[in-house]
Structures are given as C-alpha cells and as structure tokens.
C-alpha cells in the first residue's frame, strides 16, 4: 500500500514538474536577458566615466585598482570555464542571487551621466526575484545557500559609504569596475544554468 | 609590496655596468595585445624595441588581482614568437592580470609598462569555421544559403560563450561589401542576388561582449543562370501573342468584305426584269426596251405554262375618241409595228383607262351606247383599225404578237391565257365583233364595228371560241352550262393584232337578232359586270412581239 502510494506521487510529481521545465526555461531567458542588459548598462556607465577622465588620472586609476578589490570578492564564485561547470545549477543560482543582492544597495551611489543611475536598482532588484523564482523552482533539496548571505552581507555592506568623499573619483571608478565585472559574472553563471537546464542541454542554436 | 619591487628594479638597472660604445642596454620592450580566443586560455604578444647590440631575452611577469606573488609566463612557444601562452589552469576570469615584460641582455633589464588585463574582455574568438555555399529554390526563385560553423574552441554548447555573426557578400567585379547581421544563428539566407554571377562570402563572429573575430577565408560560388527560364518563358509569351495576333488580322480580312457590308451597306441598285446591263453599255436603247419587252413580263406563249395565274385577260378593241389622231397613229402603227413607250411595258402601271374596271366600263362602253346610233355607225365605219391607244391612256396592245405569229393559233394563246378555269373566273375578251361580216360572210361594211362584251367561255377548235354574252355572266355559269351560249369562229386574226369573231347561232336565229340581243344583254349585263371578275390585260396575255 506504501509503495503504490509513493509510487503514486511520484507520479503526480513528474507530471506537475514536467510543466515547470517549460517555465523554468521561459524564466531563465527573461533573467538572462535582464542581466544582459544590466551588463550593458554597466559597461556604458563605466566608459563614460573613463572617457570623462583625464589621461593622467586614468593610468593612476589603473594603477589603483589592482590593489583594490570589489566588495563581491567575499563571495566565492567559480572563476574558470571548469569550475562552473562543474557547480550545480543550484549552486550557480545561489550565487548569481548573491552577487545581485550585493549590488541592490551600493547601486544607489552609481554616479551617471546620464538618465540609467536610477534606473540600476529597480533593476537589480527584479533580477533578484527572478533569480529567487529560479532558485525555488530548482531546489530539490535542502540546500539553501541565501541563508547565509545576508549575515555575511552587513558588515561589507557599509563598505563604500565609509570611504571618504575626497577619493570620489577613485570610488566611483571602482564601483563601475566591479558592477561591470558582477554583471558580467552573473550573466555567465545564468547563461550556464540555463543551457544545461535546457531539454537538449545544447545551446547552440 | 609594489614599491619594494620598484625598487629593486631600480637598484638592478642602476647597478647594471653600461658598456661603451654601440651597445647599450635592451629597449623597452611593449606589450601589444592580450587575447583569449574561447574565454578559457589567452595569449600576450609584445614587441621588442632595440636590443642594444647584444642578445637580449624576454620574460612576461604577471600577478593576479589581490595576490602579490609574480609569476612568470608558463609557456613562451605556443604563442609564437614574443608571446606567452596561458592556459586554462592559469586562466582565471573575472581576475585582473597585472602583465609586465622584460627584455634582458649583458647590459641591462628594461621592463615594459604594465598592462591589466581581464580575460573577459579581451576575447576575440577565431573565425568561423566550415563556411559553405548552397544554392536554393523557393517557388522556383533561387537563393543563397549560407551556412557556417563555430569556432573549434568557442564552448557554446554549455553556453559558457555566446557568440553572434556576421557576414559579407559581393560579387566578383565589385569593390564593396555588403554585411549582413544573422545573430545568433548559423545560417543565412541572401535573396538579392544577380544571376550568373561569381560571389565571395566572408563570415566573423563575436563574443558578446569581446571584439570582432577575423574574417573567414573567402568562399565563392557562382548563383545559376535562372533568367534562362525566364527568357524562354518570355519567349513562349511574345510567340503566343503574336499567333493571335495574326490569327486576328486574318479574320479581320476574311471578313472585310462582310464587316464592310455590315458596317457600310451598299445602296441597292436598280432591279428591273429582263434589265440588260450589257445592252445598256452597249447604249442602245431601243434593244434595251424592246429586251425589257420581250421578257416574259406578259407572259409568253411558250414560256408561260401556268397561265392560271392570269385571272382576267382584255383584248381592248373600242372606238376611240379622237379618231383622227388615232388614225395618224394608226397609220404609223400599220406596219405592225408597234411602238410602246417605255413606260407601257408595264401593265400594272394603271395608265390607261381601261386597267381599271370602273374606267373601262365608262370608255370603253360608250362605243356601245353609241351603237344603236348611226353616226357612230358612220364613224365606225370611218374608222378602219382596231384602234389601240397607245397614248397612254389606254392600254396597251391587245394582240400585238399576233400578225407575226402566225404559227401560233389563237385557241392556244387563249388556251393558255384562259386556260382550263373552272369557271371561277370569267374571262372577258373585249372583241370586236364583225357581226355585219358574219352575217354576210363578206366585208361588205367591214367599217361597221360594233363592240361588245363576251366572255369567252372555251375554245372548241383552232378556231373556235365559245363566248358568252354579259348578261350570262352573272353567274359565272360553268362551262357546261351552255344554255345561252353563242358560239364565236374566230374569222380572221387582223394585220394589226386585231381578231375577226365571226359569231355563230346555235339556234339558228337570225345573226342580227342575236347580236342585237346579244347587245342588249350585254348592255343589260354592262351593269353587272363591274361586280363579276377581273379584266386581264390581253397585253398580259400575248407576248409583246418586238417592234
């Protein structure tokens, strides 16, 4: 009797999560195509601000950033083509979810020239629940890896306002370098999740 | 930890001995790209500057973002030649690359500006791969497909790089290129294309965000000549018109003649019976009419069999009026020769008096009311011919064909005019009757003409023509009535188309008694035949002989 009801809802199981993969793949390209253009977003805000510098403080800027670091860096992400791979979906999504909430706050200091400074946190934070969506309609097990990620997020989160206004121009170049190189990760750990949730796991088209 | 580096750089390069003379220490080298072809491995190049005179040697340093630790470039040969090679276990993405280059000899060291490089964003992916060249047909219209493949090393399966294309096309004798966007799919389709022209076809892709890949090596393909069916279907047209064409001209000659007629109809022309356009060319008119005569408009003894068609025929013999006119002209008429105005060939022309029935009676009867007078019997008497009238107030000649027929007998000519009626209609022959000649046989007054009415009722003989006096007509009695018949022998048919009656009594009476009873039955009957039958035209009868 046991069996045949766990065999039962086994059944119904498979049947309401075949629906879902269709969903699940309608989701993913809405995400991975928000991130694009949260990248692209990233990219132009950033070179603006490098082509509104003068040439001398640019290469002091260069020289500057290496030593600095991101507040993301706390984060720990799969850095190479084989690392990712070899992460779970679940892991990714985790992640990318991450990296988003990292940037909901700090993006409000965005500096544009133009009219998208506004725009980033309204942005970042729709990605955010489009990746939260994901995350619970691929979440098989116990793995709840956005628990922790608040606790560890307070005490970086306060990074940037700390920082004095005299280096504004150094903040602000380093704020554009990592929400572009955040995106970019986020982008790629989405695409990645993507194609191998994809029914053919080919994504070529 | 950067300033200790710095110098300790110094400290080498000033501690370095600068020899003398030409050689001197390496120039500084320059770092000329970064570029990761897949986003998995990438490679720097540098270019050497001066090496001083002396061999030189090159090292490429690096360190990572966050670490101080410098490394030295793994692989100096896979790149080519000033170049180093990084492969995946020392490919980090997302990590800035601190890369300087060193170029050493005896001399000295001179190092190159840094370069910070991030993986993602010097991606350049090699060309595509596999280009071909189709040539398609939709709806008979052919096309280019173009297809191509990724890059080898390009991982776009796992979706870890996502590569979009681009694609350009010209033909042979052009200098431009014409670019086509396809995204990320992997063929295309050209539709614009010439036919029978030689066409090169470059493809490149790019990372999303990364630089454009080189162009594929040129493929060409030569597009059909598909206007070949179009001309021939061009000239199965123009053929096709042109055959109807002429088919059209065709009809419209044919019918030339009837589309003229229908759309410019011909006046008729004259059409007169027994018209003789050739006699009329010829222009003699005399020929023409006595043609127009001779032809069976009255009805000729031979042609004419049906003379049943001919109801009522009148041998017109009465005294004229003008007596002495009419003798001038008799006389002129005397050699049998007749004249007939053209317009006298027509019998139904209605001229004469005596055509109408009315008209007749008067005329005509007033000889018979003059009878019984002697003056008229004198004038009879005067009067030698059978008068014809030919002044158009008359009709025209009762005879005419007789004096120069002799061969044919009056009892066939009346046979034919008459014919065998059953008695429907009483044929009335205006003769004149000799009564004084036959009662004496002789012409001992042959002036003295009296003219009766008799309706000729058979002909026995040859000779011999039953009459029936007016009176008897009433009825129109059949033929084998023959009650009150007289019975009248043709005597003598006259020079002038005239016919001697020589009346003969069945009974026996005396002829004058019955010619006076006769005239006065056909005076009783003069009333009553206006109501009875029809006169036909003796002219109608006998031929017209020509004049």
């Known amino acids: 009797m046991d069996k045949v009801v766990l065999f039962l809802s086994l059944v119904t199981l498979a049947g309401v999560s075949s629906q879902p993969i269709a969903d699940n793949q309608r989701v993913f390209s809405i995400a991975v195509s928000r991130v694009q253009h949260l990248h692209l977003l990233a990219q132009a805000l950033f070179l603006d601000f490098e082509g509104s510098l003068q040439m001398e403080d640019q290469r002091q800027l260069n020289k500057i950033f290496l030593q600095d670091f991101c507040n993301s860096d706390y984060i720990i992400s799969p850095l190479d083509k084989h690392e990712t791979q070899r992460s779970s979906v679940l892991k990714l999504l985790s992640i990318s979810y991450r990296l988003v909430e990292s940037w909901e706050f700090p993006s409000h200091s965005l500096s544009g020239g133009s009219s998208p400074r506004n725009q980033v946190p309204s942005k970042l934070s729709e990605l955010k629940m489009g990746i939260l969506l994901l995350i619970r309609a691929n979440q098989d097990g116990a793995e709840m890896f956005s628990d922790s990620s608040p606790l560890q997020l307070a005490p970086y989160g306060n990074y940037y306002q700390s920082v004095a206004d005299d280096e504004s121009l150094k903040r602000t170049y380093e704020l554009l370098a990592c929400f572009k190189k955040d995106m970019h990760k986020v982008e790629t750990y989405l695409t990645v999740a993507k194609c191998r949730l994809s029914p053919e796991a080919n994504c070529t088209l | ?547």
């Open chain 2, 1 to 547: 930890m950067r300033n200790v580096q710095e110098l300790t750089w110094l400290l080498l390069l000033v501690l370095t001995p600068r020899t003398k003379g030409g050689l001197s220490r390496p120039g500084k080298p320059t770092l000329t790209s970064c570029r990761s072809p897949e986003k998995e491995t990438f490679t720097c190049w540098w270019q050497p500057a001066s090496d001083g005179g002396l061999p030189t040697t090159y090292a490429l340093y690096y360190r990572k973002e966050n670490s101080e630790i410098m490394y030295e470039c793994p692989d100096y040969f896979t790149g080519g030649e000033n170049s180093c090679f990084f492969n995946k276990n020392n490919t980090s993405i997302w990590v800035n690359y601190n890369i300087t280059v060193v170029a050493t000899n005896r001399l000295g060291s001179t190092f190159s500006d840094s370069v910070d490089v991030d993986v993602v964003y010097i991606v350049q992916p090699n060309p595509p791969e596999n280009v071909s060249l189709s040539v398609m047909e939709d709806k008979g219209w052919p096309f280019l497909r173009v297809a191509w493949a990724p890059p080898r090393k390009a991982d776009t399966r796992s979706g870890w790089i996502t590569l979009i294309y681009e694609l350009r096309i010209r033909s042979e004798g052009e200098n431009e290129w014409e670019t086509h966007v396809a995204g990320q799919q992997k063929l295309f389709n050209i539709f614009s294309l010439r036919s029978g022209g030689l066409y090169l076809v470059q493809v490149r892709c790019k990372p999303d965000h990364g630089f454009w890949s080189d162009w594929s090596s040129p493929s060409q393909i030569r597009f059909p000549e598909y206007f070949h069916q179009e001309k021939s279907a061009w000239i199965v047209t123009t053929a096709v018109c042109a055959f109807i064409f002429l088919i059209i001209t065709w009809l419209l000659h044919m019918n030339h003649g009837s589309l003229k007629h229908c759309l410019l109809p011909p006046v008729p022309g004259p059409k007169i019976k027994g018209f003789d356009e050739q006699l009329l060319k010829k222009g003699k008119s005399e020929d023409i009419f006595n043609a127009l005569v001779v032809s069976d408009f009255p009805m000729s003894w031979s042609s004419s069999s049906n003379s049943e068609d001919l109801l009522v025929e009148l041998l017109e013999v009465y005294i004229p009026e003008e007596r002495e006119n009419m003798l001038g002209a008799s006389k002129d008429l005397g050699g049998g020769s007749f004249k007939l105005e053209s317009s006298t060939s027509d019998s139904d022309s209605g001229r004469g008096s005596c055509d109408s029935r009315t008209l007749l009676i008067e005329k005509c009867g007033r000889p018979k009311e003059h009878e019984d007078s002697a003056e008229e019997r004198v004038e009879r008497e005067d009067w030698e011919d059978a008068r014809v009238d030919t002044g158009g107030r008359t009709w025209p000649s009762v005879f005419p064909g007789l004096p120069d027929r002799p061969q044919r007998s009056l009892s066939d000519g009346l046979s034919q005019v008459l014919g065998p009626s059953e008695g429907q209609v009483c044929k009335q022959i205006k003769a004149r009757s000799d009564i004084n000649i036959a009662v004496s046989g002789h012409k001992e007054s042959p002036a003295r003409w009296s003219v009766e009415y008799v309706g000729v009722q058979t002909v026995v003989n040859d000779d011999m023509v039953i009459l029936q006096p007016w009176g008897s007509r009433e009825g129109c009695t059949p033929l084998h009535s023959l009650q009150e018949r007289d019975y009248s022998q043709v005597k003598q048919v006259g020079s002038d188309d005239t016919l001697l009656l020589l009346q003969k009594v069945s009974e026996g009476t005396a002829d004058g008694r019955e010619a006076g009873n006769m005239s006065q039955k056909s005076a009783t009957c003069m009333n009553s035949t206006t109501a009875t039958g029809g006169y036909v035209d003796a002219a109608a009868a006998f031929p017209m002989t020509t004049y």
